[in-house]
């Protein structure tokens, strides 16, 4: 048993990849065990969970639709995430735990609505507005908090649960005042121009969504890896991340590379918050904070804290939130075992530092008693 | 009005101070909990699960179920607790990211079952427990003093216990050998470890209590707000009850005094709404409240503010 936990995980080489895989592959198969113990048969609900992500064919489609309709709408709900598990992932590299992504994403989906959304501006103009207000107000609501943290000492967690809630709160308050659809209990739909997916596109005889900023999360990605490996920006973060008291002894200044990754990964958090508000759904559910936010921080440690290990996780965890529709409806199970699954992808990427020491410290004992036998031998 | 502040008030703010005297007992042995919010929605669902269980069997009329309730909901949030034990105890796991990793589970897996519960053994499709609505009484004699009376009237049976537990709590972190061990582990673990103290073990108990005293808290809301358990017992009252902890500067004391205030200025600032005659959607900007009170006071008194000094540090035997 240690010995092939050694062979697969053990090594320098890619190793964080492999714990991730085996946290993923440890999960699904625990998910196939719940499916089985609640009568499913678990590899049609797998299956399932493909299939409503557009990745295998459904036996039937409604009219207009197919494989590549849902594979699109797959793809409109990762934009978000991908932006959001960067933000993560930049505040972690800075030794930063972000967890106020969702009300982030809340300043800068409500910004944006409110400016941009209900104004009669044309596409052309709306839409990079959209992306640069979202940038903006996320970005403000990262300086706050890394102002408050080094100016202050107050921790970057609890200045960020209480920014949550109070924005969460204040955006509810306008929304329910000034903004809300009497049907559907939310903020009025945006408008068309402003929405960064373009909605029921017909083409080929389909009728599909386009992510517009889907190659925007890609290229993003792309450059902050840019930006982390191969800048002297990307190098001070990360080497106040690993060590204050070093970095400062080097002569980098802390308190602005606290203040510069906040603002960083609350411009990426803006942007996941204007591609899920103004993008994926085109209103703001009053009275909730958005739970990607939350998520992203698991996307993003699943994705290894590297900014295109989040691409690959988000991928992953997108698929089984989004096929989860589809599954539940095939197979009457629960719709949450999705989250469950989910949260058991964390639970275990969560214990990858430890799976990482066990490795380690079997791959040694090994070592020893290869040895002490080899001596014998000789 | 002052009446209605003052139950109002109370009935906020106790339930969210055993959270905190919870979070306080697992902060002070040295482990971050931001899992406060997780553990309290577990132990509530397993409290309502009791509930409606003994509900279905013994009848309406008596007040059994009720009190059974409240220590399903400590064993199940002590027995949660364990997961937190696990990933930051056992397995050396970054303590912030683990609580919130208990929390996106306690979130999955209570909604998951509750469903399931209910369609397997209840037959409806619901993602509820429909919980017996709490009876409340006055105190005599208490209830009869002007003004102050109110603390005493209309009263959950819950605050009593939470009161009891509170005390015995106290006792144990600031009287006995456990809770001087305890903060020790907190400040400095080499230290308790060179005085013969398991340290490991000291913060497993000490979570798990924290679990306990979380599930509580967590059952009360599920009383008080609502009157059932749901997915909506994840409002954020547990991350609240940390920033009230934080607040009272880790000492359970000043931690009810952050949590009354917490409480009158929710129920006082919804009484003025109501009494101006503002639309009820006000009251979602009361509700930052506690929040921005919380925010400006760490402003102010962040400097004086000092968390046990090992806190969220991983112990590390070897290290000096």
Known sequence: MKKYMVKLLGGEKHQMLRISLFAIVVSLIFGVVVLLIIGNNPFASYLNLLQGSGLAPKRSYAGRKNMFTDFMNLLDALTPMIFASLAVTVALKGG???IGVSGMMLAAGFAATVTVGYSSLFAGAAKPLVLIIGIISGALVGALIGWLKYRFNINEVVSSIMLNYILMYVFTFFINSYY???????????????????????????????PLAFPLAIIVAILIRFIMDKTTIGFEIKA?????????????????????????????????????????????????????????????????SEPIGCIYASFLITIISNGSIYMSSQQGVEIEIADLITAFILIFSACSEYIRMYVSKAAMELNTAGEKKGGAQA | MIDTIIIDGLTFALPMFIMAVGGIFSEKSGITNLAVEGLQGFGAFTGALVMVIMMNSMGNGTQVPYYMSFVAAALGGMLYALVHVILCVKFNGNQVISGVVVNILAMSLTSFLTRRINADFFGQTSNKFILETSIRFDVPVLSGIPVLGAAFTSVYPFEILIIVVAIIAWYVMYRTPYGMHLRACGDNPHAADAAGIDVKKVRTVAVVLSGGLSAIGGMSYAYSISANFSPDIYLGFGYLAIAALIFGNWSILPTLGACLLFGFARSSGQAIIQKLGMPSTFNDLVRTLPYVVTLLLLVFFSKNNRSPRALGEIYDKGKR
Do not use: E, H, W
């Not at chain 1, 083409?203 to 969504?209: E, Q, S, V, Y």
């Not at chain 1, 918050?273 to 759904?281: A, N, P, S």
């Open chain 1, 180 to 210: 809300v659809d009497p049907v559907s209990r939310q903020s009025t739909n945006i408008n068309d121009a402003a929405r960064l997916t373009i909605v029921d596109f017909k083409a080929f005889g389909l009728k599909f969504d386009i």
């Open chain 1, 96 to 98: 930063l735990f972000n």
């Open chain 1, 240 to 304: 106040v991340g690993l060590s204050r008291t070093a970095a400062n002894y080097a002569g980098i200044s802390i308190g602005r590379n606290i203040m510069l990754t906040m603002i960083l990964s609350g411009a990426l958090a803006g942007l996941a918050g204007v591609t899920y508000f103004c993008g994926y759904v085109g209103s703001i559910q009053p009275g909730v904070v958005p739970s990607m936010g939350f998520n992203a921080i698991a996307v993003a440690l699943l994705g290894c």
